[in-house]
């Protein structure tokens, strides 16, 4: 290994001392340089972050709409039994509004009138209106729920999802959240 040498010969280098004793301050240019790097270190990291941090935090933002919708006339609805009820809503989907179909049994037992979603509570399957026992079923897993909802038998946890109802000037409006 070759040790520094202060008498060089070469003409440039004479009068140069020891690089690691030099008191010299480092170049602007260096330090410029230095500085150029972090700051497209810190835009490279920002546009990675940004992106990713917005798609967390996206779901938080999206709340779901409440509202009544107008779906039958009391008059309409037979006394005493449940009805299956088809309807639409115009809903936000990512950044397009969409028209969906949802469907609702409504039992009217004078001027009350329940609602209840056809979704069984054990797995989502379709449950069906039976007339002649008035109870539903569901036929995935043979829940059994009764007029009301409320179970009798089967694998279903809980009753069927009730949602609110109000009957005004003749028009029953129910509160659905989507």
């Known amino acids: ?4 040498n202060k008498e060089r ?4 280098c004479k009068g140069l001392g020891d690089p690691k ?3 010299q301050p480092a ?3 260096r330090t410029i340089l230095g500085v150029l ?10 546009a990675i972050v940004g ?8 779901p938080m933002n999206n709340r779901a709409s409440k509202g009544w919708v107008s779906v039958a006339r009391l008059e309409d609805l037979p006394e005493g039994r449940a009805t299956e009820i088809r309807y639409s809503m115009n809903v936000q989907d990512g950044y397009h509004k969409v028209n969906r179909e949802y469907s ?7 001027d009350k009138v329940i609602c209840l979603d056809p979704a069984c509570t054990h797995l989502g399957c379709r449950v069906d209106y039976q007339p002649d026992r008035d109870r539903f079923l569901c036929p995935c897993h043979g829940g059994v729920f009764d007029k009301d909802g409320l179970v009798v038998s089967g694998p279903p946890p809980k009753q ?3 949602h609110a109802v109000k009957v005004e000037g003749g028009k029953v409006h129910i509160n659905r959240e989507v």
């Open 160 to 162: 069927l999802i009730r």
């Open 9 to 12: 010969t070469c003409e440039c």
């Open 21 to 23: 004793t030099t008191d």
């Open 104 to 110: 609702v049994y409504l039992r009217r037992d004078g």
């Open 1 to 4: 290994m070759e040790t520094f």
């Open 37 to 46: 790097v972090g700051l497209i270190n810190v835009g490279i990291i920002g």
């Open 27 to 29: 170049p602007a240019r």
């Open 51 to 58: 992106p990713v941090v917005r798609f967390v935090v996206a």
